[in-house]
């Protein structure tokens, strides 16, 4: 079955440091890959994706992800934390060839950054 | 946020009442989704309407009825719910096309409480 994997419900990092929310998936085929940050009390907002190319991708508020094949790995990566990162953190993958519904997501990461 | 907008944002209704949940884009997106976000759950997907026409339904049980009268407006109907119906539902859109890695864009959701 096809699938995605976030093995932490939650990260704790101080603000300054480097953090890293994990996620791996189980999927044929080469995917597409996304992460997504929810807010309190709003929508899941859209940070960055993987098609093809380079496997460092940039996203928004200065977050990137590795995509790393061998590893079916997509960690999500800033290299300094901000107290406003703390949020709830998704990661998404889908078939290529795929209509739009073929969309996975894993259960979440809750990143908390303390001051 | 204001692409995607959902009301009520708030819901209260008992196990016997009828209500409605309703989503609008601004995007200009042809698939509209619904997705049901429990606790310590992966989201969950309902529904996919891709051009105002259903493409995708994962078994949801019969008390949840959607509707998409044109490529802007979703409806979510609900009638005899029951308690563990409980949860933030969120409403998204995307363009859609197959191959295509388009991303979700998300509303503030509906926190539905069945009592």
């Known amino acids: 079955a096809q699938s995605v994997a976030q093995p932490e419900d939650q990260v704790n990092v101080a603000e300054g440091n480097p953090l890293t929310v994990k996620c791996t998936y189980s999927v044929s085929g080469n995917p597409y890959l996304f992460w997504y940050v929810q807010y309190p009390n709003r929508g899941l907002q859209f940070l960055l994706k993987y098609i093809t190319g380079d496997n460092l991708v940039k996203g928004s508020y200065g977050f990137e992800a590795e995509f790393n094949k061998s590893q079916t790995s997509f960690h999500l990566k800033k290299p300094s934390a901000l107290v406003s990162d703390s949020a709830l953190y998704f990661c998404a993958v889908r078939l290529p060839w795929s209509s739009a519904s073929k969309i996975i997501f894993g259960s979440g990461t809750r990143l908390s950054i303390r001051p | 946020e ?30 509209m989704y619904w997705y049901k976000q429990s606790a310590k759950k992966p989201l969950e997907l309902m529904f996919v309407y891709s051009l ?55 509303g503030p959701g509906t926190r539905l409480t069945v009592t």
């Open chain 2, 2 to 31: 204001t692409g995607v907008t959902q009301t009520p944002r708030h819901l209260v209704m008992g196990m016997t009442n009828k209500k409605s949940l309703k989503c609008e884009q601004h995007l200009g997106h042809n698939a």
């Open chain 2, 52 to 106: 105002e026409e259903r493409v995708e339904n994962n078994s949801v049980p019969s008390r949840f009825s959607p509707e998409c009268p044109n490529s802007s407006h979703l409806f979510l109907h609900l009638h005899t719910l029951q308690p563990e119906d409980s949860a933030l539902y969120l409403c998204a859109s995307s363009q859609d096309g197959t191959g295509q890695a388009y991303e979700q864009y998300f």
